[in-house]
C-alpha cells in the first residue's frame, strides 16, 4: 500500500507570493491533516478535512487555507507569504480521523521563503 | 488551550534504557500518542494510550496517567538507530486532533 505522498518536496518563494501545496493520502483513507513544523515551535495543527470539508481547525491566520476534493486529496494554499512562514509543512491521513486511528504522516514539503 | 511539557533532549547509551517524560494539561482527554521523528523524515506512530497503564509493543512501551496528566515512553536496549526525536501528542477537548509537544532529541552513543 503506498503511503502519504506530498508536493513538491521542496520549494523556495519570495515574501508576498503565494503556495499550493499537495497531499495525496493513503488509499481509503478520508481524513486528511496538516501541520507546520518549525524549530521554534514544533509541530502546529493547521487544519483537518474530512470528505471534502473541514471538520477541525488550527490557531492560523486566514493566509492559510486549504481543501479537499472527492478522491480524498487535499491542497494547502498560503497566500502573501512571510519569512516566518518558512518551515517543514506535513500532510497526515487516517481513515476516519478519530482518536483510534493512526496519523500517517507524508515526508513533507520543505517551504522556504526569501 | 493545552499545555505539554517534555524535555528537550536527552543522551544515553547503546544497549541503555531511557524514559522520556511528558507532561500534560488539558480538558476532556481523548487519548496520547507517542511518535517518533528521524532528521529530515516524517514523524511516525509509536503508540497510542487512552487508559491507565502501561502498553508493552517490542522494544518500546509506553505508560499513561490520566489522574496525574502524565506519560513515559520507554526504550529498552537501546540501539543507534533510535537517535531520534520522541514527539508526545495529546487529543482533547472534543477532538481527536492530537497537539503535539516540541519533542525530545535522544542522542543514543556508543
Known amino acids: 500500500k503506498a503511503g502519504v505522498t506530498q508536493t513538491p518536496r521542496y520549494l523556495i518563494k519570495t515574501r508576498g507570493q503565494q503556495v499550493t501545496l499537495s497531499c495525496s493520502p493513503i488509499?481509503?483513507?478520508?481524513?486528511v491533516s496538516w501541520y507546520q513544523q518549525t524549530p521554534g515551535q514544533g509541530l502546529q495543527f493547521l487544519f483537518e478535512?474530512?470528505?471534502?470539508?473541514?471538520?477541525n481547525k488550527g490557531n492560523f491566520p486566514g493566509r492559510f487555507s486549504g481543501r479537499q476534493f472527492s478522491n480524498s486529496r487535499s491542497e494547502m494554499n498560503v497566500s502573501t507569504l512571510e519569512l516566518g512562514d518558512s518551515a517543514l509543512y506535513l500532510c497526515?491521513?487516517?481513515?476516519?480521523?478519530?482518536?483510534?486511528?493512526?496519523?500517517?504522516f507524508g515526508p513533507g514539503t520543505r517551504l522556504t521563503v526569501l | 488551550g493545552q499545555n505539554i511539557d517534555q524535555p528537550t533532549e536527552m543522551t544515553a547509551t547503546e544497549g541503555a534504557i531511557v524514559q522520556i517524560n511528558c507532561t500534560y494539561q488539558?480538558?476532556?482527554?481523548?487519548?496520547l500518542f507517542w511518535y517518533q521523528q528521524h532528521a529530515g523524515e516524517a514523524p511516525t506512530f509509536l503508540s497510542y494510550?487512552?487508559?491507565?497503564g502501561l502498553e508493552e509493543k517490542g522494544r518500546f512501551s509506553s505508560f499513561l496517567s490520566r489522574s496525574k496528566g502524565y506519560s513515559y515512553l520507554l526504550l529498552k536496549e537501546l540501539q543507534m538507530k533510535d537517535s531520534a526525536s520522541y514527539l508526545c501528542?495529546?487529543?482533547?477537548?472534543?477532538?481527536?486532533?492530537?497537539?503535539f509537544g516540541r519533542g525530545t532529541s535522544l542522542i543514543v552513543h556508543p
Open positions: 497526515a491521513s487516517s481513515r476516519i480521523g478519530t482518536n483510534t486511528d493512526t496519523q500517517y
Open positions: 488509499s481509503g483513507h478520508r481524513s
Open positions: 478535512y474530512f470528505s471534502e470539508t473541514q471538520r
Open positions: 488539558t480538558s476532556g482527554f481523548n487519548g
Open positions: 494510550n487512552v487508559l491507565d
Open positions: 501528542a495529546v487529543a482533547s477537548g472534543g477532538s481527536y486532533i492530537p497537539t
